[in-house]
């Protein structure tokens, strides 16, 4: 004779349930937006540290005549644009970052704005990376054509720091795009 007893089933917890697909967006646009203030504030510290003094001679004279001269981030408008671009966007990311914590059900004008203000903050971040970044390639290479000599032969020191301050900045504005492609992402979600 069969059993007219229900078989039990076994439920978890909501508690113990897959957590839902906006809090895996909200959690790992969180962690973004966090690598994203470590790499900017990292980047303009590095650009904000780059000062190397050499003795080096002076044209016209005997090479045995030198002078102290002194290579520093604020000689460049470029890496004074960069540090400045780079702070605001570290301010950037504490603003999204607490505003993404703080708001737990985003709505659609709140998700719209961080996608709009991710995209501008993309332009900003790579404009100040690509002038940075011009700027060091001539040190780096200098140009015949205009006669500007390379100075990371002499500048050994201030060229590294340049070129990791280059390659944080770069590393941020592609954790921009990636936040610009999540929030879009979960935007569409919302309004699909």
Request: charged content about 10%.
């Amino acid at each position: 004779m069969a059993s007219t007893d229900k078989p039990t089933t076994v439920s978890t917890p909501a508690s113990e349930a897959a957590p839902p697909a906006a809090a895996k967006y909200s959690a790992l646009d969180v962690g973004l937006r966090v690598l994203l203030f470590a790499a900017s504030v990292s980047a303009a510290v590095v650009m904000g540290t780059a000062k190397q003094t050499e003795m080096v001679p002076v044209p016209g004279f005997p090479p045995t005549i030198r002078v102290p001269f002194t290579a520093k981030f604020n000689h460049s408008p470029a890496f004074i644009y960069f540090i400045a671009a780079l702070s605001l966007t570290g301010l950037y990311s504490i603003i999204t970052t607490l505003a993404s914590i703080s708001v737990s059900r985003k709505t659609k004008t709140i998700l719209l704005a961080l996608a709009l203000l991710d995209v501008v903050f993309v332009g900003i971040v790579a404009s100040a990376t690509g002038a940075a970044g011009g700027v060091a390639y001539i040190g780096l290479r200098g140009n015949n054509h205009v006669r500007w000599n390379k100075i990371c032969n002499v500048y050994d020191k201030f060229c590294r720091h340049i070129g990791s301050a280059v390659a944080l900045s770069l590393f941020a504005a592609v954790l921009l795009v990636f936040l610009s492609m999540i929030s879009t992402f979960t935007l569409y979600k919302k309004i699909r």
